[in-house]
């Protein structure tokens, strides 16, 4: 049974013409390039190359780019980075929707001693800008705010959130991870001091990613070493992931219009399919500011973990919160932060796409969740159910695995 992979947030696959770029970076051409032969010193030139493509993307110089291992160091590199070269400022501005890369880092600075800010969100996912300026003071030293959310795809406002953070003189960080790829950002255009990407999440390979630095940022280097990457971080390069990474880029960038409004298409078809036929189901974030790929879907009195059990045994993969929080039975902080009801949260359910997915793939999905969400309330304790003595002896089928919490 072929997949049917509509979990694009958490990794996408990579492409094939990325992967046969990267091939001879694996196999034959294995040197070091910080070494002072030909053999070693060349791939340099692909380093280059690569420095080029995602800086063409991003609308930046390539000496902005900094390569990493991928979007967690590079928003650890940036957050803690910037806070060592400016250590008399004390306070971090940040939203509690975050992706645990950067919530976790800011509460543990918090527990080390750095006034911390959340700033909330409303029911659709938005964040009050009022309350962004208000909460900047003096000592603010860096705020840090996603591009667009991992789970439900809301999408904030950058270009004026960096405007406000800059006028009051802090540092403006954003992790947009899940943007690079699926939104046109023009770092000219936009005062973001540092950004961060994956190359993973952009059909690119795993364990690669990118931290723009805007020329005259200071930071403090995580990583101490050798040389590399202007000595902004130490470490032999991974050539053949930044060689990948690259190429990700540029066809990121050949592919932005036409395949993201074709991927926005098939998420809206999905979307209203599932509103019409399952009754008692909800979009969360807003409909306006969302990524084209996502589509979090709430089917009330149902639990999210047995809705995704039954879809993957049709070969359908989607996700019920972040991979990096599904495991554990905590509701999501980001619909909690938002206000969604408690039989809500629950089920839950994100469906994330990408240019690999066809329309053939979004009917057989449009087809298949209906009769699940049915299925799984028939034996649904939350769920109310039909009077039974007034309509005589019904067949009630076995639970499967749901109690009450
Ligand atoms: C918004 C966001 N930030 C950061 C990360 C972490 O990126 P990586 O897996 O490359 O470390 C993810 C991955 O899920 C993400 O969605």
Redesign the pocket.
Known sequence: MKTIYLDN???TQTDQAVLAEMMPYLTEFYGNASSMHRFGGELRHKIDQARDRVADLLGCEAEEIIFT?????S?STAILGALRAIPDKRHIITTRV??P??RTLCRRLQRQGYRLTELAVDAQGRLNLEELEESISDDTGLVTV?Y???ETGVVFPIPEIAAIAKAKGALFHT?A??AVGKLPIDLQKQPIDLL?V????LHGP?GV?VLFMRRGTMLTPLLVGGHQEHGKRAGTENVAGIVGMGKACELAGQCMNDENERVRRLRDRLEEALLRDCPDARVNGTEKMRLPNTSNVSFEYVEGEAILLMLDQMGVAASSG???TSGSLEPSHVLRAMGVPFTAVHGSIRFSLSRFNTDQEIDTVIGAVPGVIRRLREISFFHPQPDVTSAGPQERKEPLSIKPQ
């Not at 291992?69 to 160091?73: I, K, L, R, V």
């Not at 994956?198 to 999440?201: A, E, V």
């Open positions: 947030n958490a990794t291992s991928g979007g967690t160091e928003d975050e992706h890369a950067v996603m667009a959310n991992n992790d991870v899940q961060s994956s190359g993973h999440k795993k990613g972040s991979a990096c």
